[in-house]
């Protein structure tokens, strides 16, 4: 991540990323560009507290999204919570970061507009607002509507919303911004499945982690 841009804001985008696939690697490259972005680190969560343990093991995933991002400058990996033990907070893993490049530089949460709206049973969850910016990707011309969730969110929202990309360069954090982005309906369930029953995910996602997949037998029978 130190070869990256030093300035400028950071993106950061979690998930188990089993597997990484077009759908993750196009959110980050389009977040990268309209929001003006200096670079986007992709974090592939250890030990997520809210679902089912991944099919395949952390340095499985890892592996496979530093092949994803390999040839893209713009991409990096942070391999963080594959080496920690315990679970993957969201909160602790800002914090982190926030040390490790200062507090006056901008850091912005990447997330989808399901898991923002359910941001109120997140760990510490309005201690996001301190350590970085909220961009939420959402379909285009589609308006995020947060009034009918957890009425704490919508108060978060009425007063922290922004529709500028700049105003992210202005401030290390405390923004959020909604974005849209081309809607690919792919998911990693759907390409477990396809995978398990000998079916084909190409096209799906990239060459090089369908070949890693299929070199590591990961998600065959």
Request: aromatic residues 4%; hydrophobic residues 45%.
């Amino acid at each position: 991540m130190t070869e990256l841009g030093r300035a400028g804001p950071l993106g950061i985008l979690g998930g188990t990323f089993d597997p990484i696939h077009h759908g993750h690697l196009r959110l980050a490259e389009e977040a990268r560009e309209r929001l003006a972005l200096a670079a986007v680190c992709l974090i592939p969560a250890g030990t997520p507290p809210h679902r089912h343990p991944p099919q395949a093991d952390g340095q499985h995933r890892l592996a496979m999204v530093r092949a994803a991002v390999a040839a893209n400058p713009g991409l990096a990996v942070d391999a963080s919570e594959i080496e920690s033990q315990g679970p993957s907070y969201t909160v602790p893993t800002l914090e982190r970061l926030r040390a490790q490049h200062g507090p006056g530089r901008p850091l912005v949460l990447l997330l989808g507009a399901d898991a923002f709206l359910g941001l109120t049973t997140w760990h510490r969850w309005q201690d996001l607002f301190t350590l970085a910016h909220i961009a939420v990707a959402t379909r285009p011309s589609h308006v995020l509507e947060t009034t009918h969730k957890a009425p704490a969110l919508a108060a978060e929202f009425s007063q922290r919303q922004t529709l500028s990309a700049a105003a992210l360069a202005e401030a290390p954090a405390g923004c959020i911004i909604p974005f849209g982005i081309t809607p690919l309906d792919i998911s990693a369930t759907a390409i477990r499945a396809a995978l398990a029953t000998g079916g084909s995910a190409r096209y799906l996602l990239p060459d090089g982690v369908l070949d890693y997949i299929s070199r590591n037998r990961l998600y065959q029978p």
